[in-house]
């Protein structure tokens, strides 16, 4: 295909129109008497395939790069060729031909090569073209073309099913009478074969473009706040498109969007964002309710703010440059975003396998909730931050293991149990905070059964035990059970229990979310 392109590249810049293809076969024409390529048929067809796969139209000034031209040969010779029994060999040319065909090839407009090629003398130039054509292997690149294997048929009709042709490949320019032609073709470096062109990349600095109307370079415009421009290079100037989620811009002009410090993000739409400013995330329910982040993940929470309302929003103060946003101090947790509407922060989480029996860690905020994970800790919401503790209304209980297939899962608001997530004294607690208080919730649908005794039949606590008291570590230590039936327990004297009665041998994991 480039051998051809060349050849009915006349010009010489390097760019075709659709009807000067035509060259490429126009030779053949001459030879009635000696061949039998059916090119007439072949060229009306050639015409109807750039028109299905270039969406061109009757297009007078749509030139083509030879990439253009190489696909949609492509889609030509694997659909519309003349069969192969139309082609016929022909015998190799003699030295004086090739070289005669080598030096049209090497003949640019407005020069002289060897006194080959006269830019007046039009009818010289058509003749050695004329000749050159005749005398090449085209009828040889023919017959090749016909004998493609079916799998190389197939690939080239997949693409065009893809529509990688011509679409968005056709070029509308103008032929120049003087100057260099500028290319506005991403492809340049490998595709473009004319000496006289000019890729447009190498002619504009960053941050501008060419621009065809005024064949000059121009600045890429700004934007306004909120907004960046994307795509301004080569021919284009480009659009100007919102900041991703979590980066803001908050001024006029060039620039591009800066990142959101950890813990802080930026407004929803419904919540008055606009991706000018950066706002405070302190718990998982204002990531869901004000960000719009609705995958389950780690998220990093904003511990402080000095004096604030924790449940509005606050935007994050710049730098001195007006621009860039200050960092805070922040730290991750792991969000649940899908049960129950989600927001919901993990503060304890312990899956304990059968004989392990490393204590509980009362001091780190775990962040993996899975089964078979890596969760092996709690914090109490006194040890975290103030915003969290503040802000806290619900806790979550979960809890399976091997011993039967009962899961307990239920969330309260009672004011006494959310106290001891937030502190762990357990003092003062009692049965009917548990078994008036709570919603039953559904299953994870990997869990078979969700018909646990706790915390419906909850008839002792910690507090009704002198023994299971504790002012410090509520939530872990038999903070509601049925006694000797169903207990929650969390490592208390090596026992896991999950609504049963001790089994060493089992397999347990216990988790609790806040919101």
């Known amino acids: 295909w480039r051998v051809a392109f060349e050849r009915a590249d006349l010009n010489g810049d390097g760019l075709l129109r659709l009807r000067d293809v035509g060259f490429v076969f126009g030779g053949y024409l001459q030879q009635r008497g000696e061949g039998i390529l059916d090119f007439s048929e072949d060229v009306r067809r050639l015409n109807q395939v750039a028109i299905k796969d270039a969406h061109v139209g009757e297009c007078e000034q749509c030139l083509m790069t030879y990439r253009d031209f190489a696909q949609l040969m492509d889609a030509y010779a694997t659909r519309e060729l003349s069969p192969v029994e139309h082609v016929r060999s022909r015998a190799p040319p003699s030295a004086e031909h090739v070289e005669r065909l080598r030096r049209v090839l090497e003949a640019k407009v407005g020069t002289e090569r060897d006194g080959v090629l006269r830019k007046e003398d039009k009818m010289h130039r058509t003749t050695l073209h004329d000749e050159a054509l005749l005398l090449s292997h085209a009828d040889e690149a023919a017959e090749h073309v016909a004998k493609m294997s079916a799998a190389r048929r197939s690939t080239m009709y997949a693409k065009r099913q893809r529509r990688d042709t011509l679409m968005g490949h056709v070029h509308l320019q103008a032929r120049r009478s003087s100057g260099a032609v500028v290319m506005c073709d991403a492809w340049f470096n490998e595709t473009y074969m004319g000496a006289e062109a000019v890729n447009a990349s190498s002619l504009c600095d960053p941050g501008f473009y060419y621009d065809t109307a005024t064949t000059s370079c121009a600045a890429c415009e700004g934007c306004d706040r909120g907004h960046h421009r994307t795509g301004c290079g080569w021919c284009s100037p480009g659009n100007c498109t919102e900041c991703l989620p979590n980066t803001v811009k908050n001024w006029t002009g060039n620039g591009t969007c800066l990142p959101c410090p950890r813990g802080t993000g930026t407004l929803d739409a419904h919540s008055g964002g606009n991706r000018t400013s950066c706002y405070y995330m302190w718990t998982c329910k204002q990531w869901k309710q004000w960000a719009a982040s609705n995958y389950s993940k780690i998220h990093f929470l904003a511990l402080s703010a000095a004096d604030w309302d924790y449940r509005h929003p606050k935007a994050v103060e710049v730098q001195s440059d007006g621009r860039t946003p200050k960092s805070v101090s922040a730290q991750g947790v792991y969000c649940d975003q899908d049960t129950a509407g989600g927001g919901w922060m993990l503060m304890l989480s312990y899956y304990r396998e059968s004989g392990v029996g490393e204590p509980p860690n009362g001091k780190e905020l775990p962040l993996d909730p899975s089964w078979q994970g890596f969760g092996y800790s709690h914090m109490y919401l006194k040890d975290f931050s103030k915003p969290v503790y503040r802000n806290a209304t619900e806790v979550r209980f979960f809890c399976n293991t091997t011993v039967h297939l009962r899961t307990v899962h239920f969330i309260t608001g009672f004011n ?39 915390p419906g039949e909850t008839d002792r606590t910690n507090e009704d035990d002198e023994y299971r008291r504790t002012p410090w570590d509520g939530l872990t230590v038999y903070p509601f059970y049925r006694f000797q039936i169903a207990h929650w327990n969390v490592g208390t004297d090596g026992r896991w229990e999950c609504d049963d009665n001790h089994y060493p041998w089992a397999t347990t994991q216990h988790l609790v979310w806040t919101r």
Not at 417 to 442: D, H
């Open 416 to 454: 006494g149990i959310v106290g001891m997530a937030k502190r762990g004294i357990s003092t003062y607690n009692n049965a009917s905070w548990w078994t008036y208080n709570t919603t039953i919730l559904p299953v994870p649908k990997e869990f078979e059964n969700h018909t646990a005794r706790l």
